[in-house]
């Protein structure tokens, strides 16, 4: 015997016996049920165990494995099923109607076989519809949220071994909308429900038969995930009660749109809880969860018997524990008329402490706060009041000629430069800007009434000159009588004795206008030149803008 016909004897028994034992140990599948119109091609499988591992046609016959399909007959036996003019065909181990018809209906079933097993398949029912659209009367439901990407497949195509161009899908029967096996919506919206058929042609001995399956697609609304909140209490709450008073405190909370079994809701009191409806002083009183609206809420009443006197200023805590959060709420009770005054003391001195830092802060910083708002919003109030100065300086000259020297150097030079150049005020310095000869006493009061301010350098006890002295007054007069000129005091020496000095002199020395020299006021960025220009009218440059 030729070696290579001994070995393929040898390699079919050993495995005609290796499927033959798994065939013999495979259990049934389930009763299937296959849905079709009439006209169309509908194969149906021969699906006999739940083996991972299809059979294999070819296996099955070179080891002398025979397939036969049954049809059931309503007597209760069932007929072999042998081809009818090529409409009915064995396909490896399917069984295809080219095309269907109606008494095509009835169960099916078929039977693999040898001379040492026969094991039959599970009982496969056909239901055959006169029906003249292409739709089915059998759907696939999918239901997708609105706003989500959705892929329709065609289902249970795997034993035809298809190219997916041939599929061509059409929604509610009439219109064609896609071709290819899956069909992508990127954005499902609610226009997009409906009856989806995919539609698959083949061909057979020059004819063309339709395999269809429909998917019924139905939306629904986006809904947000809902983590359980808890309405009451707050995480302190207080309530006045009365000794030996019945109580009751109610613990409430919503667990979202449906009732949420995994939550718990529950009261504790110093780490204990409580029996519930018991015969206890404090007990918990629950009640099954409640609807309001689109909403599942929950609510658990704390019931006091009478309050006892360590039931006070001792916090009850209700708890709600749920897989998305854990919660706590605490309700303390206070005796009636003995409320604990602490947090309002506490209240009341954090209100002093910030109103006297914020006292402090603006004492201190009022006039950078003011200069800085000025040039914020550029304010400027030189404009529109036929004023052509904005200050008037006058100058009390001492009896000694070195201090007097000092003082008009200081008035003359020091003062125009920063103010003038770097601020762009303008003065009148009588001694600078005055012709010389002309009447002091009616040029002085022409000028001061043509200032917006009085600046008055001060620096001793003692005045001489009397023209100053009348424009002093004069100036005085209108500043604070009149009220049409606002007066700034330069004090650029000490006075010792105040006394010595006019009464209006005297009135201005002690209120907010006066402004002291000393040492460190050189730079121009100095305390003292702030506050000449937070006591001058507001006028916007660029120099200041600057500064």
């Given at each position: 015997m030729d070696a290579k016909y001994l070995a393929l004897i040898i390699f079919c028994y050993i495995l005609g016996r290796i499927q033959g034992c798994l065939i013999g140990k495979c259990f049934s599948k389930s009763p299937a049920r296959v849905f079709v119109t009439e006209g169309q091609h509908v194969r149906l499988a021969c699906n006999l165990c739940n083996a991972s591992t299809p059979l294999d046609m070819s296996s099955l016959q070179a080891c002398r494995f025979n397939i036969t399909w049954y049809k059931h007959t309503s007597e209760g036996g069932h007929k072999n099923i042998l081809g009818e003019a090529d409409r009915i065909t064995y396909e490896e181990t399917s069984l295809g109607f080219w095309p269907v018809f109606v008494n095509d209906t009835g169960s099916y079933s078929c039977s693999v076989f040898n001379r040492t097993y026969n094991v039959s398949s599970a009982v496969t029912s056909l239901n055959v519809h006169k029906y003249e659209r292409l739709c089915d009367v059998h759907f696939f439901d999918h239901v997708e949220t609105i706003g989500k990407e959705h892929k329709l497949s065609c289902p249970n195509l795997e034993i035809y071994n298809s190219n997916e161009d041939n599929i061509m899908w059409v929604k509610n029967c009439k219109d064609k909308v896609h071709t290819g096996n899956t069909y992508t919506i990127s954005k499902v919206e609610e226009k997009n429900a409906g009856n989806y058929t995919c539609v698959l042609t083949l061909g057979k001995d020059g004819m063309q038969y339709n395999v269809t399956r429909t998917i019924r697609l139905k939306t629904r609304d986006h809904i947000e995930p809902f983590i359980p909140k808890l309405i009451y209490p707050g995480r302190r709450e207080q309530i006045d009660v009365e000794l030996g008073v019945a109580t009751e405190i109610k613990c409430k909370a919503i667990l979202g749109y449906?009732?949420?079994?995994?939550?718990?809701?529950?009261?504790?009191?110093?780490?204990?809880?409580?029996?519930?409806?018991?015969?206890?002083?404090?007990?918990?009183?629950?009640?099954?969860?409640?609807?309001e609206g689109n909403r599942t809420y929950q609510i658990n009443t704390l019931v006091f018997k009478r309050i006892e006197a360590e039931h006070l200023n001792e916090?009850?805590?209700?708890?709600?524990?749920?897989?998305?959060t854990d919660l706590n709420g605490t309700v303390t009770l206070l005796e009636k008329g003995k409320r604990d005054c602490s947090l309002i003391f506490l209240l009341l001195f954090t209100t002093l402490a910030v109103i006297i830092i914020i006292a402090v802060v603006y004492a201190r910083f009022k006039i950078d706060l003011a200069l800085c708002f000025r040039d914020l919003i550029s304010m400027d109030e030189t404009l529109q009041d036929s004023k052509e100065y904005d200050a008037y300086v006058l100058l009390l000259k001492s009896k000694e000629a070195l201090i007097c020297a000092e003082v008009e150097a200081f008035a003359l030079k020091l003062l125009p430069t920063i103010l003038e150049q770097k601020f762009g005020y303008r003065l009148c310095i009588f001694e600078r800007d005055v012709l010389p000869?002309?009447?002091?006493?009616?040029?002085?009061?022409?000028?001061i009434n043509k200032s917006r301010t009085l600046i008055i350098i001060l620096c001793a006890e003692y005045i001489a000159n009397d023209s100053s002295m009348y424009g002093l007054m004069t100036?005085?007069?209108?500043?604070?009588?009149?009220?049409?000129?606002?007066?700034i005091l330069i004090e650029y020496i000490p006075i010792r004795d105040i006394t010595f000095l006019p009464l209006s002199l005297q009135l201005i020395l002690k209120s907010d206008r006066t402004v002291k020299w000393t040492n460190e006021s050189q730079p121009q960025n100095s305390y003292f030149w702030k506050k000449i220009r937070y006591l001058m009218p507001a006028k916007y440059t660029k120099a200041a803008k600057r500064s």
């Open positions: 449906k009732n949420n079994e995994h939550c718990m809701l529950y009261w504790l009191f110093k780490e204990r809880d409580f029996d519930v409806n018991g015969e206890d002083p404090v007990y918990e009183s629950r009640k099954s969860p409640v609807r916090p009850f805590i209700c708890k709600l524990n749920c897989p998305e000869g002309t009447a002091s006493v009616d040029e002085m009061l022409y000028y100036g005085l007069h209108q500043a604070l009588v009149e009220g049409l000129i606002k007066p």
